[in-house]
């Protein structure tokens, strides 16, 4: 039998397939902290589908495992490459098969970016509502492998709430139809829904069918700076229980604010300690928006109505508030969600982690979700730290889990289990949950090939 | 050995275990057409999460079919006795266990009453959304159990997008909690939908929590009478190209009409030979009916707002537009949905196929989602029904399920598979995806005891 890198070559013809030390590098991670950190044997940019069975079928032939990956901008690491892989991209699948404006859907290939689908929606007055962060790089078949979600989740769902049906390449080679292509369908088990979120371990997702919302034609934004963090988290419940619901509501920390200001030079930090974010939009943007303002006044917050041009680069800022540095082991990110209730409590609890285990802290949360992401880190001098401050930091990443879980969050809200979060797992979902997700993935990939060592 | 019915009296007691001939009768069947009567064995009417442990336990190790139900709405077939099986009711679960205003969630048992559940999430100016037309009677179980869709999920989504987690009692009598507490969570595969709409095929749900949202503060009503049907349908078209979203877009022909003018001394029918009813919600409510209004009259509807007392009698009417017959093999309602585009199309083929084979039809449609109930029937005379008709009646459904396959519709957009769609499942499905649920069956419940040839 020929090697993997030779088959590879001869199915697909050699543009398709990488093996140089530069593109083996840059496919090996994604924008996770590497645990194991591993280099693939080659690196395929499938341009069909049936580039993709091609590879899966080479593969399943050889035992060889393979990570498929959109974008590499997942956080936990879900794309990480695994010991002797081979690293699928389907970035060069990349084209809108069809969007149609009376269905109100679409139908991509996986490695259309979130922002160009948005950009072609956007001309029949629709969007596609799941926004991560990253949504101006990430891919449509990223975001479906993660159910990622992002600002506007609350309003508008996550991923999962915007895919009606898959195309998906199975462990052996197979091409599946899962769903529907209407809004509602319930023949037979939810299968698109077991693949959405399943991070490229029971499948290879080639097509996606999405529904399209429409693309308000009002926004209305408020700031709202509070003298502290915890007034600002509790600024989300008082909305609440005004029981009107922002299409974006952002919370920010001090320290994002003093970060962002860093970077972009702009002033937030001088004008309070903690910023609540909230777009309404639709037909009732300016009455929601009027109904929220002395909800947040009343809380103790200095509430201002931002002019367009100002609240999108407020919020551009918050899509920004990663910064540019990438996680590594001494900088790490989280994704806990809490119940709405417990906001207020859980903000109180992370300051005390940081202060506790002495470690930097800021955080921003999608707050409607009860969604934080938590950033703890520390000092590095001469980029070396001390194995003190290690301990610290991951003592304090250990803590913020077990508290969240203790107010029945979750250890991840929309970023994924991926390879970081596998170690926390266990805490959140018991023995019989676990092998039956062990037992779902034997069924799809009995041999083990797709992306092993993620997500379950 | 003991029998079935004896272990089961002596582990839950006799008030729990029922075997007399009427009650044997009144569970054998949900509202569906019957394909293969069979009475059950026993019912058994669980009051806890134990009781339905120690029925699944004591079926298990007998290889007794256990077919879980709630109040017997459906209208697939999904809760139809098989044979020889112990029919399990989950009426009497029917706490709400919490409701918290501040997390918007709700935790019930699987026998809560729908409309129960929502008039306790008003107290709080909360409403769970799924309201399927069975709402008053209908357990929030067996929505979950078949997904159930109903009038407003154009706008506020189905059962699934509503449920957060979920404790299930599995085929070995295991109890497990799939999903998350929080609004978004991502952690593992997503049993929880898995669940959700599988008809008691994969174990039995015994707690849901679901999130609540806003109930809305203002409801505009608009009723809309077109002298055409198919005028009607390009109503519906002409709103979503408005990209106005509305929470209820209902289609009622003439003939459903006229027999709801028959039922309660109503005068739709003579306003006009269809009729499109809209309502809009929220904080954007007028302004959004205020755009749809011209819209509808530029597509020839004589278009009225409805005052409040008749808005709700009208929508009263649609949900109670089934009547009060109950479904037999004379009289089937069905449950295809289309590509919004193709809802003009297909009223008209509808239309045609009750020609063609001379069968009565009526149409009542969810429009917003292109999810339509035509009800096709033959008349009796006598109670008699001659080979010919049902013959022209199974050719009529036949015809009317292939049309919605070839527009890229499905063959249920709510009511589920069933037993009595089963056999159409084969047109929707290729092999390849059947097989995979089959083995996921296989994997949940390997000796196949649990609602045994439904669903998949």
Partial sequence: MRNIIDELTSALGPAKIAVDPATLAAYAVDQAPVLDYQLPQAVVRAESVADVQATVRACAARGVALVARG?????????????????LSL???NRILDLNPDDETAVVEPGVINADLNAAAADHGLMYAPDPASFKM?????????NAGGLRCAKYGVTRDSVLALDVVLADGTLIHTGHQTFKGVAGYDLTGLFVGSEGTLGIVVGVTVRLKYLPREVHTIAAFYPDFRSAAAGVL?????RVQPAIMELLDGGSLAQLDDIHGSDLAARGASLLLIQTDGFGAAAEAAAIRPVLAAGGAVVTMEANAEAEQLVELRRNSRGTEVDDEYRVGEDVAVPRSRLVDYVAEL????????VQLK??????DGNLHPTFWIDRVDNAVDADAMARLGAALDKSIAVALAMGGTITGEHGIGQYKLRWLGLEQKEPVRELQRRIKELFDPAGILNPGKAI
């Fill in 71 to 87: 974008a590499g901008t997942g956080v936990s690491g879900g794309a990480h490459a695994s010991e002797g892989c081979v690293v």
């Fill in 91 to 93: 970035e060069r699948m």
């Fill in 138 to 146: 990430s891919t449509i078949g990223g975001n479906v492998a993660t």
């Fill in 238 to 242: 008082a909305v609440g229980k005004a």
């Fill in 351 to 358: 300051e005390a982690i940081a202060a506790e285990h002495r």
């Fill in 363 to 368: 955080v921003v949360a999608h707050a409607g």
